[in-house]
């Protein structure tokens, strides 16, 4: 069974960072794809990144690009999300997510993905 883990939110001052990190165990392919996603108080989900195993390939939101960085470190079978320069409207429950069954190039949409981490807070302060 896939789980995955987060860990490293917390409280931040604007122009901050932080890293996040998404532990995944069970999965039975090595091709896979790892989302990152947030949901801020009041609005609804809102996809930040994606990076595909296959390829490498790392996809970006524009509210975060430039500014977020994800990483995969394979041996310890997590992916990193590094937020530089956070401002108070990157406050959110931010989730990764999972899907072994995608083949495309490009992100899946948030109902693509078959497994969710529980989330982790990160509070930006101005």
């Known amino acids: 069974e896939v789980q995955l883990v987060e860990s490293g939110g917390g409280l931040v001052q604007a122009g901050g960072s932080l890293r996040l990190s998404c532990a995944a165990s069970?999965?039975?392919?090595?091709?896979?794809?790892i989302g990152w996603f947030r949901r801020a108080p009041g609005k609804e989900r809102e996809g930040v990144s994606c990076?595909?195993?296959?390829?490498?390939?790392?996809v970006y939101a524009d509210s975060v690009k430039g500014r977020f960085t994800v990483s995969s470190d394979n041996a310890k079978n997590t992916v990193h999300l590094h937020l530089n320069s956070l401002k108070p409207e990157d406050t959110a429950v931010y989730y990764c997510?999972?899907?072994?069954?995608?083949?495309?190039?490009?992100?899946?949409?948030?109902?693509?993905?078959?497994?969710w981490g529980q989330g982790t807070q990160v509070t930006v302060s101005s």
């Open positions: 997510a999972a899907t072994i069954t995608w083949s495309a190039s490009w992100c899946p949409q948030g109902f693509e993905y078959e497994y």
């Open positions: 069970g999965f039975t392919s090595d091709d896979y794809v």
């Open positions: 990076i595909i195993s296959s390829s490498g390939s790392t």
